[in-house]
């Protein structure tokens, strides 16, 4: 492990702070200073950057995201046992983190965003997923950030890039394959982190479509969940629950009613989310 500031070892800073990683909180405490230097540099250049972070607990990657030269970071972190450690960060990178203690579920990023901003995390486990959706949701589009790098339990990252025809092709991949791209940068072992999780974990690099095809966010989430509630069945048999004739809905996107949800395209889903608008509002022709 190599130092990348002259402040404390990470295994220093928790024991002099008495810190332990809390499971309510999903924590897991990523102490290798190289691969916390990794994740900050896979989210690109820095320096005229405005990097959110949650969950930085003893600091770790907030330390890489500083040394690499961002130009401010704002951490958002709901233990407050870890606060201390973090305003040792601060101080040593005068004026340039911000500290949040409080709820990343509960925090906007966006009126603090200021010039070109990203979002960098080790997200904790049990809310990866619903900031995720979260920021993939943002309106308007495109939103206030240039790229999120987040770590995620592999089996998540692999939802989140997942391509039809694969098991893990879902709801989540269609959400993120229509707003954005997605790549799995690289996975992290278990014994990179105090305490070691049960699972591998992946670092994702998503960068958002500056204009994604049209359509209404709010219908497509309807159309998916539809869709993949019932993702063994026939489409023209899962999407009966949409209230409209599942046949002419198919019919109107192009898409053949024998097939099931994991075999449809982000571009299919989208048809079929315009589609259901046309019918809903007596206009059947659908166009991407």
């Not at 492990?1 to 002099?16: G, K, Q, T, W």
């Not at 305003?87 to 509960?106: K, Q, S």
Request: charge should be neutral; glycine fraction near 8%.
């Amino acid at each position: 492990m190599s130092a990348i500031d002259d402040l404390p070892p990470l295994r220093d800073v928790i024991r002099s702070h008495g810190l332990s990683a809390l499971k309510s909180l999903g924590q897991n405490f990523l102490l290798d200073l190289n691969l916390t230097s990794r994740i900050a540099r896979t989210a690109g250049t820095l320096e005229e950057m405005t990097v959110f972070e949650v969950g930085p607990g003893p600091g770790g990657l907030t330390r890489a995201l500083l040394a690499l030269g961002a130009k401010h970071v704002v951490a958002v972190e709901r233990d407050a046992r870890c606060i201390a450690a973090l305003n040792e960060v601060a101080a040593h990178y005068p004026g340039r983190l911000e500290i949040i203690e409080g709820d990343a579920l509960a925090t906007d990023f966006a009126p603090r965003a200021a010039g070109r901003s990203c979002i960098v995390a080790n997200l904790p486990y049990n809310i990866g997923t619903p900031l995720l959706v979260g920021w993939l949701s943002a309106e308007p589009w495109p939103p206030f950030y240039e790229s999120l790098t987040l770590m995620f339990q592999r089996e998540v990252a692999e939802r989140i890039v997942a391509t039809p025809g694969s098991d893990h092709y879902g709801r989540l991949a269609v959400l993120t394959g229509w707003r954005a791209t997605a790549r799995i940068a690289f996975d992290v072992a278990p014994s990179a982190f105090v305490p070691p999780p049960k699972v591998t974990s992946s670092v994702v690099h998503i960068v958002p479509r500056t204009v994604p095809l049209p359509c209404d966010r709010r219908i497509l989430e309807r159309v998916t969940e539809a869709a993949f509630g019932q993702r063994r069945k026939m489409l023209r048999q899962s999407l009966k629950s949409l209230g409209v004739d599942p046949l002419a809905l198919l019919e109107a996107a192009g898409i053949e009613p024998t097939e099931r949800a994991e075999q449809v395209s982000v571009e299919g889903f989208v048809a079929l989310a315009n589609a259901f608008t046309a019918l809903r509002t007596g206009k059947v022709s659908v166009s991407l």
